[in-house]
């Protein structure tokens, strides 16, 4: 069965700092990838997604994320955090078809002006 | 704009009640998915449905029901509730048949608390 597990459960930074989440899968054959928000008192807004391609993918709000096959990973990032990009973030891998998406436990980011 | 919608946002039950919560997509969807959120779970999959007639059962499935009587709509059930299930609820759907490429669209949250 597939899993992803999150390292970092919270996260504070200040504004300005770089942002690497880190996200592993357990999962030997074609998956597909995504990173989700949700920001204080929303619900989860799609991020970014990896399908196939350029392992390199850029989100919406200046984030990315690079899938590395060989390390079963794809950690998110942002060269230059923002007091609004306070929110959790869950990581989420879909692999074996039918749609089934596992998700990460997530991790708070807090954003300290 | 096409949406999905959650109702009630919040609820407050006794241990033993039945409850529904739906759950409304505007997007023909022909994928709808239940989750429960919960601090140090993330999101665990309840039920999903791949289409009218269909359910399947997630990863934490005992003590909920789910039915799929056309594509808009998918209720989730819980027989009786119990303390356990305090958490909150979001509904998610997807475009696809079959197909494990589509993005989820999820709903604003159903916050339900069992006393």
């Known amino acids: 069965a597939q899993s992803v597990s999150q390292h970092n459960h919270h996260v504070i930074l200040s504004e300005a700092a770089s942002l690497e989440l880190g996200c592993n899968y357990s999962y030997g054959g074609t998956v597909n990838l995504f990173w989700y928000v949700q920001y204080p008192g929303q619900h989860l807004q799609l991020l970014l997604k990896?399908?196939?391609?350029?392992?390199l993918v850029k989100g919406i709000k200046g984030f990315e994320a690079e899938f590395i096959k060989s390390k079963f990973s794809f950690n998110l990032r942002k060269p230059s955090v923002q007091w609004s990009d306070t929110a959790e973030y869950f990581c989420?891998?879909?692999?074996?078809?039918?749609?089934?998406?596992?998700f990460g436990i997530g991790t708070k980011l807090q954003v300290i002006p | 704009d096409a949406e999905i919608t959650q109702s009630p946002r919040h609820k407050i039950t006794e241990t033993g009640r039945q409850v529904t919560l739906a759950c409304h997509q505007t997007w023909n969807h022909n994928n709808m998915f239940w989750y429960r959120q919960d601090l140090g779970h993330g999101l665990r999959l309840i039920h999903y449905?791949?289409?009218?007639?269909?359910?399947n059962k997630g990863e934490v499935s005992d003590g909920y029901s789910v039915s799929r009587s056309n594509t808009e709509d998918l209720p989730l059930t819980l027989e009786s509730a119990a303390s356990s299930q305090t958490s909150v609820y979001f509904c998610a759907s997807s475009r696809g048949s079959g197909a494990f490429q589509e993005t989820q669209y999820f709903g604003p949250g159903t916050r339900l608390l069992v006393l």
């Open positions: 990896y399908f196939s391609g350029d392992p």
């Open positions: 989420a891998v879909n692999a074996g078809g039918y749609q089934k998406v596992t």
């Open positions: 449905s791949y289409g009218v007639q269909d359910t």
